[in-house]
């Protein structure tokens, strides 16, 4: 809200113009009480949605500042810390840029600076602990996660769709469990891992074309799906056995399998999956055992979720 007032002799009068988008043809004006001696113009925008509907399609409005601390905080984890100067080159900033910035951030504790080295602050683990916490039932489905890690003794993951990227919310790893090359808050490409083709399978084909379109299928090994038909080709076959699997399509040397979480029979809220060496994840392991433990895991879960904490009511 914009508000300027003048001296005037005018004292009957506050003339309040509202603001009226583009396309329509006057202002709306109304007569209030006004204390004697001013005369304020007040003019009032629109509520945003109101206003946005002007910004011609295609363009994005953004801060160049905030683009730039984006860029600080990425370089940082890219770097997993620095100097100014390391964090200058990195990003390509000015060293006088980027001390600015690094000492932004510093002042509202998200970056900490100890023997002149700079590192991103624990402060994000309180963004990053909210979100995950609105994103999903928590308690319910990282019990469910260490369930099907002591059964199984392998690595598991739980991970979520945002933005047509998958993102891992959580990994619990079992007595025999290998750590794969991704990490919890990790965004991969939704074809190329057993979780994201899960999600994908639950989803319209009109919503899955989206996703492609805006993220194409880029390949990260010669095993990687990059071809949209056969992608659709796989995903029909997933539609029907309810798993996904992930042969050596990510990364080298790690086979996948996948389940798709979803309570309301709509698309999934997220999959789980098992991950391992491929040298161990093969043959009836891979394709019959691992998927029972998983898929009777999961019904369960949908069931607590959709009826209560007693899966039981749903036959009562």
Known sequence: MSVRSYPSNIAETRVRKRYIPRGANEFHNEKQPLIKGTVSFIIVKDAWDGMTDHIPAGRTETLKSVETAITVIEGLRDLD???????????????????????????????????????????????????????????????????????????????????????????????????????????????????????????????????????????????????????????????????AFNREESAKGVHAVGVPLAPDEGTAIGAFTIAGPASRLTGDRLTEELPAALDEAVNELELCLRYGQNPQSATG
């Open 81 to 243: 810390g620095g100097r100014v100067c390391e964090v200058a080159d990195h990003t390509d900033l000015p060293s006088s840029t980027a001390y600015k910035y690094l000492n932004t951030l510093r002042k509202h504790d998200l970056v900490v600076k100890e023997s002149g080295q700079y590192r991103l602050g624990l402060r994000f683990l309180t963004f990053g602990g909210y979100v995950r916490n609105a994103a999903v039932p928590t308690d319910r489905i990282w019990e469910m996660l260490k369930t099907i890690a002591n059964r199984t003794g392998e690595m598991t993951h739980f991970t979520t769709e945002e933005h047509g990227r998958p993102v891992m919310l959580y990994a619990f790893r079992g007595e025999t469990g290998v750590q794969t090359r991704t990490n919890v808050g990790q965004r991969l490409y939704m074809h190329q891992v057993a979780s994201g083709k899960a999600i994908l399978s639950t989803m319209a084909d009109e919503e899955i074309r989206a996703i492609v379109d805006r993220h194409g299928l880029p390949k990260a090994t010669k095993n990687t799906t990059t071809d949209p038909e056969a992608l659709f080709t796989e995903i029909e076959r997933i539609r029907e056995t309810g798993v």
